[in-house]
């Protein structure tokens, strides 16, 4: 009996979709060790599963995935299906789980209905009890649930079978950029629904932000007594009630009211959050407040688990997002497990709870021969709309769900639609998301995904479109390796336009799977087992590894979403209180003076409450702004803990320059700080001068240096690679430029060399003048480099590479502690810094450049010590070659040699978001134009 694995209905003798309680029901739960055994396809599984004998059988945990267990591989792919387009028929080669578990009923089950409740099962399943079949069921990330009553005898052996099905029709509707696993991945259990006692509740409670009182309501299939003893309430079911004195419910500020709602048949305990969704002329609203969304897409993730989560690893997830300052998620692209939700309750987030639903392989429109995507076909219709209602119906009590999501990226069809309908019919209280509803037709959002700056300022800026909806970004900030950039470009945009609310990184996590590659452990990405159809490491754009440590991107949206904007004002700091409803009564002030990195003073700063919205000013501490670099960094902190970060926990900070700079930042060519063109900025870049001449000057060693040599070339990072401007590079030669020495010799002083740095074949070419003088028992280097012919329009960098003898440990002034490039340095403050060499990279799941450490002043490696005399340099030390970076597939290919590797960067190109987003501004981009560098060798 396999005929439903194609079949276009979402189930068979599933129960009615109901909302997730924290109820008396017994629960008896079924996770541990299964009987397993898997069959390479439908037609080879066995017809036994009304009494399998398990003797022979494996054995598997669930929950869990059984390509996780041992048994066949993962696959990663993002849009294309691994299937041929031909619903509903799936492939023959259908790998199918079978599981099986005996246990005894409790004897307390007696005179109660038996549910069998599945959490989440991947993709389709059938399910058999002591041997009579019950029923099938679809929708991998949606609950289902099954009333075996007359199958099982309370105090008796109930033995049940489980067939589980990679593929089916709905893996037609569930083509999320995620790996491909399948199996029981969410808890399974028992449950005895008791006579009388409620099974589904609707709790709804709203807050009126201009009298301050709350509503009341709960909606019961049994009808019972509410009782909030913090408030002093206690109100029937079915009854609309004011409620004074309640405080509201916020992502900032998320006060619960415990309750219970009492039955002759039982109780049911709630968390209630009282708040109001609404959109005001054109504006999205919470409690009357505009919202400014500061969130994350998020996948369920595990490296070791895939999307099979412990209740730590969500809590994990929510502390690292609090910590942080963001404030929503977007659950991409299913309803997460309940826990999660409940946590974004308790803790604080605004959620967007998207359904499962996504077919993005079919593309947006139907394709020939008239091929439509499911959301257009209506044998789809009645899965799609069961699955909207049992997402509303499963998370409809959490305060913190502010929106509803249909789903992601499957075109526009009439089926969307009636998902629209069945939501507003069943909740009308939320408004209802969907980016691929780009002209507004039904949604009560406006979104779009990578969409530029420039163009969600045009939104912004105009009431007339889209019907004048809120409009949101729900990815963008695509975090893939070496970034995301330009991120302060979204934030004024944010800022200066009340319509455009914000939006949602993509994403939070690499999906990076720990395993073993040539005897290494990886993080495997899309390709790594072996898959012919694949989206290679599309799968690794996250703000945290794997293992869920944050990357400097995770540093850099920190910094630019943080509640409060600390700058100067004359010689005051002014702060800005950015939050949304909090005063900064929770926050403490200090102030640091450092001059050249080296503290001088530090102490409290008194700043008064400010309300949120609010700016005030405050003097700063009488500070000596003669003395060189002179900076002071104002912190503000968490005064007691809260209940997701310790008492001291930074919440914010800035740093403010005292006196004049000496010396010039780096930026990209022809470019100033303010985007307009500036003399003499620096410009060029790659290859460089040979080893010859340059060592040693006038018998003055310069520290080991060897083969220092112009370098125009970085290992391309993702988002040079995915739009093909690494490719353009290639084209240009810059991957392979050749050095020629032009001439060298003695020259009013100095040991000057003059290189040719060119490609093969290509007609252009740098040329460098390298003076080399020794002062004061030291080398100065000032380098000038010109291009010639049909030069390149961009450069990936500009700048000088040598080797030294395995060095250990760099000493810096300058931007840190993490990377930074041009366009990500937010988070970079300036400061002196010590480091390994191996703590200055930054391991992304495919190596590519990193580890840059833009406008440093000095540093120190080992025994050598570099010093910019004009303009700052970018810092680059690595124990590898760029080669050996860039064709490294997994960062434990990196083995340290005995040599390391510094590169002295004049300018570099930005990093962007364009694997998936707009393309690098100009601003960004290092042109080619003429260039200098000056640096001081000195040895100790």
């Not at 399998?52 to 591989?73: E, F, R």
């Not at 949101?472 to 070496?482: D, K, P, Q, R, V």
Request: aromatic share 8%.
């Amino acid at each position: 009996m396999t005929h439903y694995v194609e079949d276009f209905a979402s189930g068979a003798n599933v129960l009615p979709p109901r909302s997730w309680l924290d109820d008396d029901s017994g629960r008896l739960p079924l996770s541990g060790d299964w009987s397993f055994r898997l069959s390479p396809s439908v037609a080879d599984a066995p017809d036994d599963l009304k009494d399998p004998d398990t003797s022979g059988w494996d054995t598997i945990a669930v929950p869990g995935h059984w390509q996780l267990s041992g048994y066949g591989k993962p696959a990663y792919t993002n849009v294309v299906y691994p299937f041929p387009l031909e619903p509903p028929y799936v492939p023959t080669d259908n790998p199918t789980g079978d599981y099986v578990r005996t246990v005894t009923v409790p004897a307390d089950f007696a005179g109660a209905r038996v549910v069998l409740r599945f959490e989440g099962v991947d993709s389709r399943f059938a399910v058999y009890v002591n041997g009579e079949w019950v029923g099938w069921s679809s929708g991998s990330r949606l609950v289902s649930e099954f009333d075996v009553t007359e199958l099982v005898a309370p105090g008796k052996e109930a033995r049940i079978a489980v067939r589980v099905h990679q593929w089916s029709t709905g893996s037609y509707v569930e083509d999320q950029d995620m790996w491909w696993l399948s199996g029981i991945f969410r808890e399974v259990n028992l449950l005895a629904l008791r006579p009388d006692a409620p099974t589904d509740v609707f709790v709804k409670a709203a807050w009126d932000h201009v009298d301050g009182v709350g509503t009341l309501l709960v909606e019961s299939d049994v009808p019972g007594t509410v009782s909030v003893p913090e408030l002093g309430l206690s109100v029937a079911t079915g009854e609309h009630t004011r409620v004074e004195g309640v405080q509201p419910w916020s992502a900032e500020a998320p006060r619960l009211y415990d309750a219970v709602l009492r039955t002759a048949g039982g109780d049911v305990r709630l968390r209630i959050g009282f708040r109001t969704v609404a959109i005001v002329d054109g504006i999205f609203t919470v409690n009357g407040n505009r919202v400014l969304f500061k969130g994350v897409n998020r996948h369920e993730f595990h490296p070791d688990r895939g999307r099979t989560l412990t209740e730590q690893d969500m809590l994990d997830d929510v502390l690292i997002m609090k910590r942080a300052g963001i404030n929503a998620v977007r659950t991409s692209h299913y309803p997460p497990h309940p826990h999660f939700l409940s946590l974004c309750d308790e803790y604080g987030l605004y959620v967007i709870d998207e359904c499962d639903l996504e077919s993005h392989g079919f593309g947006y429109e139907p394709q020939p021969p008239k091929l439509p995507n499911p959301v257009m076909d209506p044998r789809f219709r009645d899965d799609l709309v069961d699955r909207m209602r049992r997402t509303v119906h499963r998370d409809k009590n959490h305060p913190s769900i502010v929106i509803w999501s249909l789903g992601n990226e499957c075109g526009m069809g009439s089926n969307l639609k009636d998902m629209y309908d069945a939501v507003k019919e069943l909740d009308p209280s939320r408004p209802v998301h969907y980016e691929r509803d780009t002209e507004a037709e039904f949604v009560d959002i406006y979104s779009r995904m990578y969409t530029s700056p420039e163009g969600c300022a045009e939104i912004g800026a105009d009431s007339n479109l889209y019907r004048n909806l809120p409009f949101i970004l729900c990815e963008y900030g695509h975090a893939m390796g070496n970034g995301p950039g330009g991120l302060l470009d979204y934030r004024e945009v944010f800022e200066k336009y009340p319509r455009c609310q914000g939006g949602f990184i993509w994403e939070f996590i690499d999906h990076g799977l720990r395993t073993t590659i040539d005897g290494r452990e990886v993080y495997a990405y899309g390709g790594d087992f072996g898959e012919t159809i694949h989206d290679g490491n599309f799968v690794c754009d996250g703000l945290l590894f794997p293992d869920r440590t944050p990357s400097p991107g995770m540093h850099e949206y920190v910094k630019v979403i943080e509640p409060l904007r600390i700058v100067a004002d004359g010689n005051r700091v002014a702060i800005t209180n950015l939050y949304e409803v909090l005063d900064t009564s929770h926050l403490t002030f200090s102030y640091v003076v450092e001059v050249e990195g080296v503290r001088v003073d530090a102490g409290s700063l008194q700043v008064p409450v400010i309300a949120a919205g609010e700016t005030v000013t405050v003097d700063l501490p009488d500070v000596d702004a003669s003395k060189p670099e002179t900076w002071v960094t104002v912190t503000a902190s968490l005064t007691e803990a809260a209940s997701w970060a310790d008492a001291g926990h930074r919440i914010a900070w800035g740093q403010i320059r005292l006196d004049e700079p000496a010396l010039r930042p780096a930026r990209p060519a022809g470019v100033g700080a303010d985007g307009e063109a500036a003399a003499g900025a620096a410009g060029v870049g790659a290859g460089g001068a040979p080893a010859e001449g340059v060592a040693g000057v006038g018998g003055i060693s310069v520290g080991g240096l060897r083969n220092v040599r112009l370098d125009v070339w970085r290992a391309p990072i993702d988002n040079d690679t995915n739009p093909g401007v690494a490719a353009k590079w290639r084209e240009e030669g810059l991957h392979r430029v050749q050095h020629r020495i032009v001439s060298q010799g003695e020259r009013d002083g100095a040991w000057e060399v003059v290189t040719r740095t060119a490609p093969p074949q290509l007609q252009w070419g740098l040329r460098s003048t390298w003076r080399w003088t020794a002062v004061d028992g030291a080398v100065v280097l000032e380098l000038s480099v010109v291009p010639e012919g049909l030069i390149p329009e961009v450069l990936p960098r500009l700048g000088i590479t040598f080797e030294l003898p395995k060095a250990e440990r760099v000493e810096w002034f300058g931007t840190g502690p993490n990377e930074a490039y041009v366009d990500t340095r937010a988070a970079a403050a300036v400061g002196k810094y010590s480091a390994t060499v191996a703590e200055l990279q930054t391991p992304y799941v495919r190596p590519q450049e990193n580890g840059q450490r833009i406008d440093t002043r000095w540093a120190t490696i080992d025994g050598l010590r570099i010093e910019a005399v004009g303009e700052l340099f970018g810092l680059t030390v690595r124990d590898w070659t760029t080669h050996d970076l860039e064709t490294a597939h997994h960062a434990a290919e990196l083995v340290p040699g005995d040599t390391t590797y510094v590169t002295l960067d004049i300018a570099q190109t930005g990093v962007g978001t364009a694997a998936c987003g707009p393309a690098l501004p100009d601003r960004d981009k290092l042109k080619t134009a003429p260039a200098t560098l000056a640096v001081r060798f000195t040895t100790h």
